[in-house]
């Protein structure tokens, strides 16, 4: 999704900082090629160089050029994986919530399938004040992940 974004406007990219992180996270996902240690490793003067080496990862790891199908399997992937953090207590449900509406459902349309996460991640919804209004809407975001998990429902 990060390699899609850089090719949007120039306030919409990733930052180089964010770009790092990425390289960070997959590295520690198991995630091999070449050039992601060195973009995992990049101190904060050599940001500048952040770019660069995310292209020639993706370019690496066989994600070039990037298809409208090559996003979409990549946004449902994204989801059904915060959907698993979240099952697994690894992931906030309110924050996964969020992540799944924002970065797969906007993006895909609000497919009926995340429908039910997406509701629920609605700022109304979150921002209840007492604390067991707020629990509760955690344990209906978990749930709704169980369901995602369970179904095969993506094109």
């Known amino acids: 999704m990060a390699a899609a974004d850089l090719s949007t406007a120039p306030w919409q990219r990733p930052s180089d900082a964010r770009l790092v992180q990425l390289?960070?996270?997959?590295l520690l996902a198991g995630?091999?090629?070449?050039?992601l240690p060195l973009l995992a490793g990049l101190?904060?003067?050599?940001?500048?160089?952040a770019r660069e080496l995310f292209a020639l990862v993706l370019e690496e790891r066989g994600l070039l050029?990037?298809?409208?199908?090559d996003l979409a399997e990549a946004r449902w992937t994204a989801a059904r994986w915060w959907a698993g953090q979240?099952?697994?207590c690894r992931l906030d449900p309110v924050h996964g919530a969020k992540l799944i509406h924002e970065e797969a459902a906007a993006e895909l349309d609000y497919p009926d399938a995340?429908?039910?996460v997406v509701d629920l991640a609605r700022p109304g919804d979150l921002s209840s004040g007492r604390p067991q209004d707020?629990?509760?809407?955690?344990?209906?975001?978990?749930?709704?992940?169980?369901?995602?998990l369970a179904t095969e429902a993506h094109p």
Request: avoid cysteine; glycine fraction near 2%; aromatic fraction near 0%.
């Open 134 to 148: 707020r629990q509760h809407i955690r344990d209906r975001i978990t749930s709704a992940a169980r369901d995602l």
């Open 31 to 35: 995630i091999e090629s070449p050039s």
């Open 86 to 88: 979240i099952v697994a």
């Open 23 to 26: 390289g960070l996270d997959a």
């Open 114 to 116: 995340l429908q039910p």
């Open 43 to 49: 101190a904060r003067t050599e940001h500048p160089q």
């Open 65 to 69: 050029p990037l298809t409208p199908e």
